[in-house]
């Protein structure tokens, strides 16, 4: 490790996410390579964006080919990269999805879709749910249900708008009514229905949420749930927004994981995995109907908007997907991932749960399954050890939340191989920090 690298990264950066002391400095497939020429086994994707991997010379040349082409223009003029994405993602999108905007960002990608719901719905409350993230933008913030340094910190806390209502998540493993979520008769959604009926107004203009929850730790609705918070908005006369930006573009098996339970959105956010990762981009699609109101308002827009080069990449991207059928792989290894997880499962007491759809799945620290308190100690640990043994993954650890997730989402090139790697090095982490915390 190049120590001056570090010292000089700590002097002129601001230290988001407080970054590991390792320096990456290349990255080929599904590994990623330290300055030292360590090799680590990436299954984080970075944050859930690198669907292809690291260093697709096809995707990358696409890219190279837009760049001598044209990169900057703005979304005052159109451009044929542009409109091609558009029919893509209407093409793939659930049915009655028809119309496209563009952006930079998921956190960018969510702040339009709620501000495209108040002005189609001319006003009302956001609900969204406990444990969710939408990103780090004002309205995104706002509607994000995990408590993040702007809604912990009183001096900008204040910044986040009002109107926004939070409840309870469907997180089986924890349920919030204590109850078996076998025969709980989805009681958080009964709560969800009794608090907009307690509000005297009843005006909500939408309820947003993830199909499967990510950052909170891998949550995956019971059966019936997606379905019934569509009838819920229905009978409110209310929009659904499914934010698909961790879950989007295969991540789950699906090309959109909404089509697991077959419940369609009235707007429907995508981002990360759009590009692969290679070039910043997201994408809201929405109704006609939807559209054509928002058409000609300067309600929201970057630079970027529209921008040629992202259009491309996602173009690419897409492309590469489906012909290579990587959402079938999602699904098929990810099953085998689920699998695998569920055997360590078995021969640990600190793995209280494990859940996920497709190459989206999460393994829960406790300190034993029958509290099922959760394992911070062993948490920041297990995370770090198997970093040092050449894995990636992320760590999603939040005490006033009560759990510890270690969440795996890795490119969807991912083979039954590479997860036999993923699960050794696991096993051995936590043999590794149970020797040294006592826990096994």
Same mark, same amino acid.
Not at 11 to 29: H, L, R, T, W
């Given at each position: 490790?190049?120590?001056?690298?570090?010292?000089?990264?700590?002097?002129?950066?601001?230290?988001?996410?407080?970054?590991?002391?390792?320096?990456?400095?290349?990255?080929?497939?599904?590994?990623?390579?330290?300055?030292?020429?360590?090799?680590?086994?990436?299954?984080?994707?970075?944050?859930?964006?690198?669907?292809?991997?690291?260093?697709?010379? +096809?995707?990358? *040349?696409?890219?190279?080919?837009?760049?001598?082409?044209?990169?900057?223009?703005?979304?005052?003029?159109?451009?044929?990269?542009?409109?091609?994405?558009?029919?893509?993602?209407?093409?793939?999108?659930?049915?009655?999805? !028809?119309?496209?905007?563009?952006?930079?960002?998921?956190?960018?990608?969510?702040?339009?879709?709620?501000?495209?719901?108040?002005?189609?719905?001319?006003?009302?409350?956001?609900?969204?749910?406990?444990?969710?993230? @939408?990103?780090?933008?004002?309205?995104?913030?706002?509607?994000?249900?995990?408590?993040?340094?702007?809604?912990?910190?009183?001096?900008?806390?204040?910044?986040? $708008?009002?109107?926004?209502?939070? !409840?309870?998540?469907?997180?089986?493993?924890?349920?919030?009514?204590?109850?078996?979520?076998?025969?709980?008769?989805?009681?958080?959604?009964?709560?969800?229905?009794?608090?907009?009926?307690?509000?005297?107004?009843?005006?909500?203009?939408?309820?947003?949420?993830?199909?499967?929850? &990510?950052?909170?730790?891998?949550?995956?609705?019971?059966?019936?749930?997606?379905?019934?918070?569509?009838?819920?908005?229905?009978?409110?006369?209310? /929009?659904?927004?499914?934010? +698909?930006?961790?879950?989007?573009?295969?991540?789950?098996?699906?090309?959109?994981?909404?089509? @697991?339970? #077959?419940?369609? $959105?009235?707007?429907?956010?995508?981002?990360?995995?759009?590009?692969?990762?290679?070039?910043?981009?997201?994408?809201?699609?929405?109704?006609?109907?939807?559209?054509?109101?928002?058409?000609?308002?300067?309600?929201?827009?970057?630079?970027?908007?529209?921008? $040629?080069?992202?259009?491309?990449?996602?173009?690419?991207?897409? #492309?590469?997907?489906?012909?290579?059928?990587?959402? #079938?792989?999602?699904?098929?290894?990810?099953?085998?991932?689920?699998?695998?997880?569920?055997?360590?499962?078995?021969?640990?007491?600190?793995?209280? *749960?494990?859940?996920?759809?497709?190459?989206?799945?999460?393994?829960? /620290?406790?300190?034993?399954?029958?509290?099922?308190?959760?394992?911070?100690?062993?948490?920041?640990?297990?995370?770090? +050890?198997?970093?040092?043994?050449? /894995?990636?993954?992320?760590?999603?650890?939040?005490?006033?939340?009560?759990?510890?997730?270690?969440?795996?989402?890795?490119?969807?090139?991912?083979?039954?191989?590479?997860?036999?790697?993923?699960?050794?090095?696991?096993? &051995?982490?936590?043999?590794?920090?149970?020797?040294?915390?006592?826990?096994?």
């Amino acid at each position: 490790m190049n120590n001056t690298v570090i010292a000089e990264d700590k002097a002129y950066n601001m230290q988001v996410y407080s970054p590991e002391e390792i320096i990456f400095k290349q990255a080929d497939g599904m590994y990623l390579i330290d300055d030292q020429g360590k090799k680590y086994l990436d299954f984080s994707a970075q944050f859930s964006a690198c669907s292809l991997g690291h260093n697709n010379k +096809e995707l990358i *040349d696409a890219i190279s080919s837009q760049m001598k082409k044209i990169v900057s223009v703005t979304s005052m003029f159109v451009t044929q990269e542009r409109v091609q994405l558009a029919k893509t993602l209407t093409d793939l999108a659930p049915y009655g999805l !028809t119309k496209v905007l563009m952006g930079c960002t998921g956190s960018d990608a969510n702040e339009f879709a709620l501000k495209t719901a108040k002005y189609y719905k001319g006003g009302g409350k956001i609900i969204s749910f406990w444990r969710g993230f @939408h990103g780090s933008t004002a309205g995104s913030a706002a509607a994000t249900g995990k408590s993040e340094t702007i809604q912990e910190n009183p001096h900008i806390a204040e910044l986040l $708008p009002r109107g926004f209502l939070h !409840t309870s998540p469907p997180y089986c493993y924890r349920c919030d009514f204590g109850k078996n979520p076998h025969h709980c008769e989805l009681q958080c959604l009964k709560y969800l229905e009794q608090q907009i009926l307690n509000d005297s107004s009843n005006n909500v203009a939408a309820i947003i949420t993830e199909p499967v929850f &990510a950052a909170g730790g891998v949550i995956v609705p019971p059966n019936g749930y997606l379905k019934e918070l569509r009838r819920i908005c229905d009978r409110f006369n209310a /929009l659904l927004i499914f934010d +698909e930006v961790v879950t989007g573009i295969g991540r789950t098996g699906a090309m959109f994981a909404c089509e @697991h339970w #077959e419940v369609i $959105p009235d707007i429907l956010v995508t981002g990360k995995a759009l590009t692969g990762g290679y070039v910043p981009g997201s994408a809201v699609i929405t109704t006609k109907e939807i559209g054509d109101v928002m058409d000609k308002l300067t309600l929201h827009g970057h630079t970027h908007s529209f921008y $040629p080069l992202m259009c491309t990449a996602a173009s690419k991207n897409l #492309e590469i997907i489906q012909r290579d059928g990587l959402v #079938e792989n999602s699904r098929i290894v990810g099953a085998y991932l689920n699998k695998r997880l569920k055997e360590l499962q078995t021969k640990y007491d600190v793995i209280g *749960d494990v859940r996920g759809m497709g190459l989206l799945q999460g393994f829960e /620290l406790v300190k034993n399954k029958k509290t099922k308190q959760a394992n911070f100690e062993l948490g920041d640990m297990l995370f770090k +050890e198997m970093l040092k043994k050449g /894995l990636v993954t992320e760590l999603e650890s939040r005490k006033n939340l009560n759990n510890v997730v270690i969440v795996l989402h890795p490119p969807l090139i991912t083979s039954k191989k590479d997860v036999d790697r993923c699960i050794q090095i696991i096993d &051995a982490s936590i043999e590794a920090c149970s020797t040294n915390i006592h826990y096994k």
